[in-house]
């Protein structure tokens, strides 16, 4: 385990927990020994008690918001370093340009024909993201490409009998 997936586990671990602390707590206060004990209702406890519950809410919404704030994906779409065009058609990827410098890149993607898939692989051949590409609609997909390198286009959608040999390709420099 790496250190976010650490954090990960604790704070999910930490929720469950208070989720089942606050359900033990609620069950306790609405179960029928504490009733039967016939005691008048006490408003004032009961206000006392909403009360905290409502600012417990809150607390929780807040610490939530603070703590995915900065990981909302917007904040990283005005980041890109450069964009880079990429057209699909029976039976190839045209890429411009063909050498774009390492960095966030904004990759806007569309199709002449039929459906294609737009699989991006780095150059030790692992596959580092893909998307749909849907004919006339430009689809934006960004991606962080730091290792310079020849980097792979493979169409990953069974497109017609050209299928298999829809590769692109293109350069990222330093
Ligand atoms: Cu294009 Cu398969």
Not at 42 to 59: R, T, V, Y
Not at 94 to 123: C, E, M, N
Not at 143 to 169: A, R, S
Request: positive net charge; aromatic residues 8%.
């Amino acid at each position: 385990m790496n250190g976010t997936q650490i954090v990960i586990t604790v704070l999910y671990s930490a929720v469950t927990l208070i989720g089942i602390v606050g359900l033990i707590a609620v069950l306790r206060t609405t179960s029928r020994s504490s009733r039967a004990k016939g005691r008048e209702a006490n408003i004032e406890k009961l206000h006392k008690g909403e009360n905290w519950w409502a600012l417990m809410s809150l607390a929780i919404v807040v610490v939530l918001f603070v703590a995915t704030f900065f990981g909302i994906p917007w904040m990283n779409r005005a980041q890109a370093d450069s964009t880079a065009t990429v057209r699909a058609l029976q039976f190839a990827f045209i890429i411009q340009p063909a050498q774009i410098p390492a960095g966030t890149v904004d990759f806007k993607v569309k199709s002449d024909d039929v459906s294609h898939g737009f699989g991006l692989y780095a150059p030790d051949g692992k596959l580092v993201k893909q998307i749909q590409i849907i004919p006339d609609v430009e689809s934006t997909m960004t991606v962080k490409l730091d290792t310079p390198g020849t980097y792979k286009i493979l169409c990953l959608e069974f497109c017609g009998v050209g299928h298999h040999n829809m590769v692109g390709q293109f350069e990222v420099t330093k």
